[in-house]
């Protein structure tokens, strides 16, 4: 079983729709999580990291569920420039530093 | 305000030949890594670094090498190029805390093609 798993989409809504993408991770010691964002052919960018109590940034909203091993991004109002494709990476307590596990993405296009 | 250089952005290969790609950081990370990212296999850990002088494996090691002779540098090398080796490459960096890294900041890439 992967330590990060994803639903790959692609999702596509309208501009305005509400958005949620789900990740769960295998390894209950994970101890750091992060969405990542990437444009087509750039390099992933960090989008925000996950904290226990969630966190919000503008139209961004992420969860962690430590029960039940799943960090959600939920994106609001969504924009053209949202399309991307969106990663969540977890870091293991106990890992070796440095060994991020990197979902394989889902693919988000928002269109007009 | 240059952050991760990579070289060269393109790069096309016969098989069984040899190369480098270049990796250098302006930032002072301790961290530093490569990934490969190929269709509907996501980023895959190569080798990483946590300082000079100290590298390992990542996920897929084989046929690669990386050696850190500096903060600043973290070349790869391919030692006898395969077609399985098509992918991109991203290195990235980042400071290095008691829990791990913090944000990754990665190169704009390398994409490699073995015939």
């Known amino acids: 079983r992967k330590e990060v798993e994803q639903d790959p989409g692609p999702f596509n809504v309208p501009e305005g729709a509400t958005v949620a993408f789900n990740c769960t991770y295998s390894n209950s010691a994970s101890q750091s999580f992060f969405w990542y964002r990437q444009d087509c052919r750039k390099e992933p960018k960090l989008l925000m990291s996950?904290?226990?109590s969630g966190n919000e940034d503008g139209r961004f909203t992420a969860q962690l569920n430590r029960a039940s091993q799943y960090i959600s991004l939920l994106i609001r109002d969504s924009k053209l420039s949202d399309s991307a494709t969106y990663l969540c990476v977890v870091n293991r307590r106990g890992s070796t530093l440095g060994r991020l596990y990197f979902g394989r993405g889902t693919q988000l296009t928002v269109w007009p | 305000n240059a952050g991760v250089t990579q070289t060269p952005k393109f790069q096309v290969l016969k098989t069984g030949q040899s190369m480098t790609l270049q990796c250098a950081q302006d930032?002072?990370?301790?961290?530093m890594s490569w990934y490969r990212q190929d269709p509907g296999m996501g980023l895959r850990l190569i080798h990483y670094s946590v300082g000079a002088g100290i590298t390992d494996q990542g996920e897929v090691p084989n046929g690669y090498n990386v050696s850190r002779s500096t903060t600043e540098d973290f070349p790869l090398r391919l030692l006898s190029a395969a077609p399985s080796q098509t992918s991109v490459y991203f290195c990235a960096s980042s400071v290095l805390g008691t829990s791990g890294t913090g944000e990754l900041f990665f190169g704009e890439g390398s994409r490699l093609t073995v015939l």
């Open positions: 930032m002072n990370h301790e961290y």
């Open positions: 996950v904290y226990s």
